[in-house]
């Protein structure tokens, strides 16, 4: 017997894994809980009429606007919950390397610098935060203190890692 959900599995996408502090994994949750309560809200007030003499009533059209940007919104935060790992230290063996959750003291072109490797929803170069899927980001991981790097893009950076730390979970 042909098993179509079990050949749809082997060419599905992997998911993809979304690292977050539980922080900031409690907030998409309560953000999520609140979306769903703006939309028993509208779904349980009264709909706009389908159809208003001949013509579509746009008041419906609106609403049915609103409630598909909802159901993504929804679904989106659907999918980040399911797929999001806790940030938390590393194993003691791995404590030398970077990871996700690391805190990384460098030095690039002759200029000292700091940042933390952060999941793609949690980055914020401005603060400090980089992705662990930007191009440092990629780069850094699994490196140890004293390593040196080459990023290109667009220019080639020398990168020297000085210092690693982690927080106490």
Same mark, same amino acid.
């Given at each position: 017997?042909?098993?179509? !959900?079990?050949? /749809?599995?082997?060419?599905?996408? %992997? +998911?993809?894994?979304?690292?977050?502090?539980?922080?900031?994994? +409690?907030?998409?949750?309560?953000?999520?809980?609140?979306?769903?309560?703006?939309?028993?809200?509208?779904?349980?007030?009264?709909?706009?009429? *389908?159809?208003?003499? &001949?013509?579509? =009533?746009?008041?419906?059209? &609106?609403?049915? &606007?609103?409630? !598909?940007?909802? +159901?993504?919104? /929804?679904? &989106?935060?659907?999918?980040?919950?399911?797929?999001?790992?806790? #940030?938390?230290? %590393? @194993?003691?063996?791995?404590? =030398?390397?970077?990871?996700?959750?690391?805190?990384?003291? *460098?030095?690039?072109?002759?200029?000292?610098?700091? *940042?933390?490797?952060?999941?793609?929803?949690?980055?914020? %170069?401005?603060?400090?935060?980089? !992705?662990?899927?930007? %191009?440092?980001?990629? !780069?850094?991981?699994?490196?140890?203190?004293? +390593?040196? *790097?080459?990023?290109?893009?667009?220019?080639?950076? @020398?990168?020297? #890692?000085?210092? #690693?730390?982690?927080?106490?979970?």
């Amino acid at each position: 017997m042909f098993d179509l !959900s079990s050949l /749809l599995a082997k060419f599905k996408k %992997p +998911e993809k894994k979304f690292y977050l502090t539980k922080e900031d994994l +409690e907030k998409i949750k309560k953000d999520y809980q609140n979306l769903v309560a703006l939309k028993h809200a509208k779904t349980n007030g009264e709909t706009p009429e *389908f159809l208003h003499s &001949d013509e579509l =009533n746009p008041e419906y059209l &609106d609403f049915q &606007d609103d409630m !598909s940007l909802l +159901e993504a919104k /929804l679904a &989106d935060l659907e999918y980040v919950i399911k797929n999001s790992e806790l #940030i938390k230290p %590393p @194993l003691k063996e791995l404590k =030398n390397t970077v990871q996700v959750g690391a805190k990384v003291w *460098f030095e690039m072109n002759g200029e000292k610098d700091e *940042f933390t490797v952060v999941g793609s929803l949690e980055a914020d %170069p401005s603060q400090g935060r980089i !992705s662990n899927e930007s %191009p440092v980001g990629k !780069s850094i991981l699994g490196r140890k203190v004293g +390593e040196e *790097f080459i990023i290109s893009s667009p220019a080639k950076t @020398l990168y020297k #890692i000085k210092k #690693i730390k982690y927080e106490k979970a």
